[in-house]
C-alpha cells in the first residue's frame, strides 16, 4: 500500500476528468489534485484586485504572491488563496469566464507547475492529478497516464448540467469551447504522446471510465 502510485489525467472540459479522478482516488486511496482550481484561484483573486484583462505582469506578480491551499482529499475540497475559502467561488460563471486570462500565462503555468510537483512529492507519489499538460509536464513520469476525451456536444451538456440555471447556454458553450481553444495555445490536451491512454467518455458512465482506468494500474508490473 505504500509504493508510489501516480495518476495523471488530461483533457478538455467537461470530458469527465475531476468525476473519474475523485473516484480512482476513492477506490485507490489516494491524494487528489484538481490543479484547475489553483488557477481559478488566481483568477479569482485577479478579479477581486479590479484587474484588467491585459495586465500579464499583474497575473504574475498576484501568482508568486499567492498562499493557495487546496485540499488533496476527495471527499471534503477545499480551495483557498490568501485567507479566502474560495471553494465555491471559483466555481462561479464570472471566474470560469476569466480564468483563460490565468491559464494562458506561461508563467504562471511555470510557477504553478512547481507547486503541482511539490503537492505530488508531498503525498508520496500516491495521488491523482488532473488538468491540462499533467500527462506531458506536470507529471510525465506518472504511473498510469490518461488523456479523456468526449463529443463536444456531450461535453457542453454536462457542463450545463452541472451548472443549472447560473449560466444560459451560449455561455456554457463558450465556457467549454473556447475555453479549450484558448488554453491549448499554451497547453496540449487534445492529442496523446507516447504512452498516454485514450478514453473517449462521450456514451460512457463515470465507473466504466473508472473500471478502465483500475485495470490499467491492474496492469502495472510489481517492480516498477
Same mark, same amino acid.
Given at each position: 500500500?505504500?509504493?508510489?502510485?501516480?495518476?495523471?489525467?488530461?483533457?478538455?472540459?467537461?470530458?469527465?476528468?475531476?468525476?473519474?479522478?475523485?473516484?480512482?482516488?476513492?477506490?485507490?486511496?489516494?491524494?487528489?489534485?484538481?490543479?484547475?482550481?489553483?488557477?481559478?484561484?488566481?483568477?479569482?483573486?485577479?478579479?477581486?484586485?479590479?484587474?484588467?484583462?491585459?495586465?500579464?505582469?499583474?497575473?504574475?506578480?498576484?501568482?508568486?504572491?499567492? /498562499? @493557495?491551499?487546496?485540499?488533496?482529499? $476527495? #471527499? &471534503?475540497?477545499?480551495?483557498?488563496?490568501?485567507?479566502? !475559502?474560495?471553494? +465555491?467561488?471559483?466555481?462561479?460563471?464570472?471566474?470560469?469566464?476569466?480564468?483563460?486570462?490565468?491559464?494562458?500565462?506561461?508563467?504562471?503555468?511555470?510557477?504553478?507547475?512547481?507547486?503541482?510537483?511539490?503537492?505530488?512529492?508531498?503525498?508520496?507519489?500516491?495521488?491523482?492529478?488532473?488538468?491540462? /499538460? @499533467?500527462?506531458?509536464?506536470?507529471? $510525465? #513520469? &506518472?504511473?498510469?497516464?490518461?488523456?479523456?476525451?468526449? !463529443?463536444?456536444? +456531450?461535453?457542453?451538456?454536462?457542463?450545463?448540467?452541472?451548472?443549472?440555471?447560473?449560466?444560459?447556454?451560449?455561455?456554457?458553450?463558450?465556457?467549454?469551447?473556447?475555453?479549450?481553444?484558448?488554453?491549448?495555445?499554451?497547453?496540449?490536451?487534445?492529442?496523446?504522446?507516447?504512452?498516454?491512454?485514450?478514453?473517449?467518455?462521450?456514451?460512457?458512465? $463515470? #465507473? &466504466?471510465?473508472?473500471?478502465?482506468?483500475?485495470?490499467?494500474?491492474?496492469?502495472?508490473?510489481?517492480?516498477?
Amino acid at each position: 500500500m505504500n509504493q508510489s502510485l501516480v495518476i495523471a489525467i488530461d483533457g478538455p472540459s467537461g470530458s469527465g476528468k475531476s468525476t473519474t479522478a475523485r473516484l480512482l482516488a476513492e477506490k485507490l486511496h489516494l491524494g487528489y489534485l484538481d490543479t484547475g482550481a489553483m488557477y481559478r484561484a488566481v483568477a479569482w483573486e485577479y478579479l477581486r484586485s479590479g484587474g484588467v484583462a491585459d495586465d500579464a505582469e499583474a497575473i504574475v506578480q498576484i501568482t508568486r504572491d499567492a /498562499d @493557495i491551499r487546496i485540499s488533496t482529499h $476527495p #471527499d &471534503a475540497p477545499l480551495v483557498k488563496i490568501n485567507g479566502h !475559502d474560495v471553494t +465555491a467561488a471559483i466555481r462561479e460563471p464570472q471566474v470560469s469566464a476569466s480564468v483563460s486570462i490565468v491559464a494562458t500565462n506561461n508563467e504562471v503555468r511555470r510557477i504553478l507547475t512547481k507547486r503541482m510537483r511539490e503537492t505530488i512529492a508531498a503525498h508520496n507519489r500516491r495521488i491523482v492529478v488532473e488538468g491540462r /499538460d @499533467i500527462t506531458t509536464v506536470v507529471a $510525465p #513520469d &506518472a504511473d498510469v497516464r490518461i488523456l479523456l476525451v468526449a !463529443d463536444p456536444a +456531450a461535453r457542453v451538456a454536462r457542463r450545463a448540467a452541472e451548472l443549472g440555471e447560473r449560466v444560459d447556454q451560449s455561455a456554457v458553450t463558450d465556457q467549454v469551447i473556447r475555453r479549450d481553444r484558448d488554453d491549448s495555445t499554451v497547453s496540449n490536451f487534445t492529442d496523446a504522446t507516447e504512452g498516454v491512454v485514450v478514453i473517449d467518455s462521450t456514451f460512457q458512465l $463515470p #465507473d &466504466a471510465v473508472v473500471e478502465q482506468v483500475l485495470r490499467l494500474v491492474d496492469s502495472l508490473p510489481a517492480d516498477r
